[in-house]
């Protein structure tokens, strides 16, 4: 557009230029002509910029540079046609354009001369401006480097902690598929006894000792096999677990030494349990039991743990992921 703001991607400039020409508006033509070369040469200067600033960091790509090179020639028009360097001005008096017309450097203060001065031209605009971009980049350039610095430690802390998840997944899912192979028969024979679904008894027995990597342990460092930590009341007769552990008593926590149960193996504990529940009146309810909410509130209610939040943990257990994917051995 000539006598308004120009379009670097105008492809009608040229055709102005030309109607110009035509129309008699010579001068004006002239002007328009001299700032199109001024803003091609602030394009070089901006483009060598460019090509001298390092352009392989997170955010570049051929759509980015492409982008950014769209927008220094506008830039560059901008210039040029706003206050520019003087070499449009420059250029309009080599070309013989008239002298009374107001020119960017007349309106500045910076004198007119009557023919192409290299040295005022460089003295009174070209060196400010071009070392006020090259500062301007800079800055951007830092500014993109710090971004760019910041964003690699965020991509990498991110890269981690998700990597940190998946192992974590990993390994609670192995152990879990391993804790449920482990368990399994002897949970399907308590259920027969019980009528509690063996799923149920297994994530009871994963809730009580994390998948069973918290099994309690006897004095001598052996595994006590107590899956469901059953105390040890004054009929057991076997040996025992004693440790202090955390009780609930309205809603507040404490802790008090207690004794548990100790069993040779996985499937004396799954009796044990069976018997406990079956033979115990106060877990009547329980009994057959199929739905899992009503099975862990039937436990909590029946006062199997102090826990206020015992129900809702095993419930989600039994209804979680983990369990589904340990059951199904994949």
């Given amino acids: 557009m000539i006598g308004g703001q120009i379009n670097a991607l105008d492809p009608n400039s040229l055709s102005d230029?030309?109607?110009?020409?035509?129309?008699?508006?010579?001068?004006?033509?002239?002007?328009?002509?001299?700032?199109?070369?001024?803003?091609?040469?602030?394009?070089?200067?901006?483009?060598?910029?460019?090509?001298?600033?390092?352009?392989?960091g997170l955010f570049d790509s051929d759509q980015t540079r492409m982008l950014q090179s769209m927008q220094d020639q506008q830039l560059a028009a901008n210039l040029a046609n706003g206050p520019?360097?003087?070499?449009?001005?420059a250029i309009f008096r080599q070309m013989g354009g008239e002298t009374n017309l107001v020119s960017g450097s007349a309106a500045k203060g910076i004198p007119e001369s009557s023919g192409f001065d290299l040295s005022t031209v460089q003295r009174f605009s070209s060196l400010p401006v071009v070392k006020r971009l090259q500062q301007q980049v800079e800055q951007v350039k830092e500014q993109v480097d710090a971004g760019q610095s910041l964003a690699g430690q965020a991509v990498t802390l991110a890269v981690d902690a998700t990597n940190k998840v998946v192992r974590d997944a990993r390994d609670v899912a192995d152990g879990a598929r391993g804790f449920v192979r482990a368990v399994w028969d002897h949970a399907v024979?308590?259920?027969?006894?019980?009528?509690?679904?063996?799923?149920?008894?297994?994530?009871?027995?994963?809730?009580e000792t994390g998948?069973?990597?918290?099994?309690?342990?006897?004095?001598?460092?052996?595994s006590s096999h107590n899956l469901f930590n059953i105390k040890a009341g004054r009929s057991w007769k076997g040996?025992?677990?004693?440790?202090?552990?955390?009780?609930?008593?309205?809603?507040r926590a404490y802790t008090?030494?207690?004794?548990?149960r100790s069993y040779e193996s996985y499937a004396e504990s799954f009796r044990d349990y069976a018997r406990l529940l079956s033979e115990n009146g106060r877990y009547a309810g329980v009994l057959g039991e199929q739905d899992a909410a009503?099975?862990?509130r039937g436990?909590?209610?029946?006062?199997?743990?102090?826990?206020?939040?015992?129900?809702?943990?095993?419930?989600?257990?039994?209804?979680?992921?983990?369990?589904?994917?340990?059951?199904?051995?994949?």
Wanted: glycine fraction near 8%; proline fraction near 4%.
């Fill in 211 to 222: 998948w069973g990597r918290a099994v309690l342990k006897n004095s001598d460092g052996s």
């Fill in 239 to 251: 040996d025992v677990v004693a440790l202090p552990v955390t009780e609930y008593a309205n809603g």
């Fill in 299 to 330: 436990l909590q209610d029946a006062g199997y743990a102090t826990d206020p939040h015992y129900a809702d943990k095993l419930t989600r257990i039994i209804r979680g992921n983990t369990l589904k994917v340990a059951l199904s051995g994949s």
């Fill in 84 to 89: 520019g360097v003087g070499l449009a001005d």
């Fill in 17 to 56: 230029l030309k109607r110009l020409a035509r129309d008699g508006n010579s001068q004006e033509a002239l002007r328009a002509a001299a700032k199109q070369f001024e803003g091609l040469f602030l394009q070089l200067v901006l483009k060598s910029m460019r090509d001298a600033t390092p352009q392989n």
């Fill in 294 to 296: 009503a099975f862990a």
């Fill in 189 to 207: 024979e308590a259920s027969r006894e019980t009528g509690i679904p063996a799923e149920f008894m297994v994530a009871q027995a994963a809730l």
């Fill in 256 to 260: 008090e030494p207690s004794r548990f």
